[in-house]
């Protein structure tokens, strides 16, 4: 397993506890984002810069990825792709999208995008909460030891 991040809006505190993860377990992580961003220097982290442009870091992300792999996005199309290619995708906030959510999602961002353009304010999203924090760290340990149990 690989963890790749859609690193440009994933939130600072969630790329830390990805470097821990990475760190512990000596899994490779890449970060992929079109502008320059400090990593920990140790081998298994890596930033891929990609240019910038609409969908290019996920469209690199998809290009790249293998199956049994971990995408951290909050982007829910790209976790559609990831989880058709048959990998794993998790939100920063702990929410694991899987073969049987993924259309769901999919439709409710369809129709949130829909209000959006017609006028109607749907409001940002909240703030990254500790219950938030918490998810996510408690998620990634049970894909990293699953996947650690498989190899």
Not at 29 to 39: D, G, W
Not at 40 to 63: T, Y
Not at 95 to 123: K, P, Q, V
């Amino acid at each position: 397993m690989q963890i790749w991040v859609d690193a440009d809006a994933c939130p600072g505190v969630i790329k830390n506890i990805l470097f821990k993860a990475s760190e512990r377990t000596g899994l490779a992580l890449t970060l992929v984002a079109n502008h320059p961003m400090r990593i920990p220097p140790m081998r298994q982290i890596k930033l891929l810069q990609v240019p910038s442009g609409f969908d290019v870091a996920d469209n690199e992300i998809v290009r790249r990825l293998d199956a049994g792999d971990l995408v951290i996005t909050n982007d829910i199309p790209l976790a559609a792709e990831v989880i058709a290619k048959g990998g794993h995708a998790l939100s920063p906030r702990g929410e694991l999208f899987t073969s049987e959510t993924i259309g769901e999602r999919l439709n409710m961002r369809d129709f949130l995008d829909t209000m959006r353009a017609s006028g109607f304010e749907t409001g940002g999203p909240a703030a990254l909460s500790q219950a938030d924090r918490q998810g996510f760290a408690n998620h990634l340990d049970r894909l990293l030891t699953r996947s650690t149990r498989n190899d």
